[in-house]
């Protein structure tokens, strides 16, 4: 089992920067693949980005391609979603996620969830 607690949302304006932590606890964090999701009212979940177990591989949405920056300290057990040049469509409740196995982009891939932190941000 794999605890999950994300931090680090808020409100901000639009051009600005805001950095997400997901705090993991439980069965060996490091032996799991990082996913970052976002839902935003009334769409689906999507995918945001991605990182290897080794922190090495990474692979991002286009949409944020460029301006967000996924990392992982794996002997602290954080995984980080550093979001610069934040837009209003930015807006979303943002998941951190531990991947079980097949594609990285499908939320149903993923076995471990945490509960979300919101990000506002403001035109």
């Known amino acids: 089992q794999v605890q999950l607690v994300e931090s680090g949302g808020g409100l901000v304006q639009a051009g600005g920067s805001l950095r997400l932590s997901c705090a993991a606890s439980g069965r060996t964090v490091a032996s799991y693949a990082m996913g970052w999701f976002r839902q935003a009212p009334g769409k689906e979940r999507e995918f945001v980005a991605t990182i290897s177990r080794s922190g090495i591989s990474t692979v991002y949405a286009d949409v944020v391609k460029g301006r967000f920056t996924i990392s992982r300290d794996n002997a602290k057990t954080v995984v980080y979603l550093q979001m610069n040049s934040l837009k209003p469509e930015d807006t979303a409740v943002y998941y951190c996620?531990?991947?079980?196995?097949?594609?990285?982009?499908?939320?149903?891939?993923?076995?471990?969830w945490g509960q979300g932190t919101q990000v506002t941000v403001s035109s």
């Open positions: 996620a531990a991947h079980r196995a097949g594609s990285y982009y499908i939320p149903g891939d993923y076995a471990y």
